[in-house]
């Protein structure tokens, strides 16, 4: 089975508001997480990653925490918008080959 | 760039009946691998391939064939098709070193 998992299956915001998507991964030998974004007919965008020698990452208007000790990663999204509807995932890598498992997805709804 | 194009973007074929789905990247990617999505379930890896002549199966490849004739085309064959098969299928790339994979749109398949 899936080593990824998420908490919740869907969050819904009021836009303005902050995001938090979470996610445990059970493989501790993992070093690489990744997040992306799938709007609704389309494939996954990047989103933003981390390694494992990192706690937190940020970009524009996102950030990622990781919690090794507890195999936690989080994608907080600062003052969501309407654009930001979206189903998130995140991935970890597999294997030697660079592969990705991906979590099963949480669907983010933003209210006006 | 067109970046990660597939064809077709739809598709429904009968129970037994084989296909091609066609994926092509024009980034110069070593890595390619294709991906199926089913509702509520995350992206599940298919087959892979780490260059030309290289492929590899990955969590789910009963049933799909693949090969990797050129770095830039990656086909997948359905040889009997199934309703198992139906799902929504992805194909990706990335870059040698990096663990972030690029999508191409998808897709769907429904097998009756």
């Known amino acids: 089975g899936e080593s990824v998992g998420l908490h919740l299956p869907t969050l819904s915001v009021q836009e303005g508001d902050n995001s938090i998507i979470n996610c445990a991964y059970s493989n501790s030998a993992s070093d690489y997480f990744i997040w992306y974004k799938q709007e609704s007919g389309k494939g996954p965008q990047f989103i933003i990653d981390?390694?494992?020698?990192?706690d937190k990452r940020q970009g524009q208007r996102v950030t990622v925490l990781l919690n090794k000790t507890v195999k936690h990663l989080s994608l907080q999204i600062a003052a969501t918008q309407p654009g930001d509807s979206a189903v998130y995932f995140c991935?970890?890598?597999?294997?030697?080959?660079?592969?990705?498992?991906f979590g099963k997805g949480t669907k983010l709804s933003v209210k006006p | 760039n067109a970046g990660v194009t597939q064809t077709p973007k739809f598709q429904v074929l009968k129970t037994g009946q084989s296909m091609t789905l066609q994926c092509a990247q024009d980034m110069n990617h070593e890595y390619m691998s294709w991906y199926r999505q089913d509702p509520g379930m995350g992206l599940r890896l298919i087959h892979y391939?780490?260059?030309?002549?290289?492929?590899d199966q990955g969590e789910v490849p009963n049933g799909y064939n693949v090969s990797r004739s050129t770095t830039e085309d990656f086909p997948l064959r359905l040889l009997s098709a199934a309703p198992s098969q139906t799902s929504v299928y992805f194909c990706?790339?990335?870059?040698?070193?990096?663990?972030?994979?690029?999508f191409g749109p998808g897709t769907r398949l429904t097998v009756t």
């Open positions: 391939s780490v260059g030309a002549g290289i492929t």
């Open positions: 990706a790339s990335r870059r040698d070193y990096s663990y972030e994979q690029y």
């Open positions: 981390i390694r494992s020698n990192m």
């Open positions: 991935a970890e890598n597999w294997g030697s080959q660079g592969n990705l498992i």
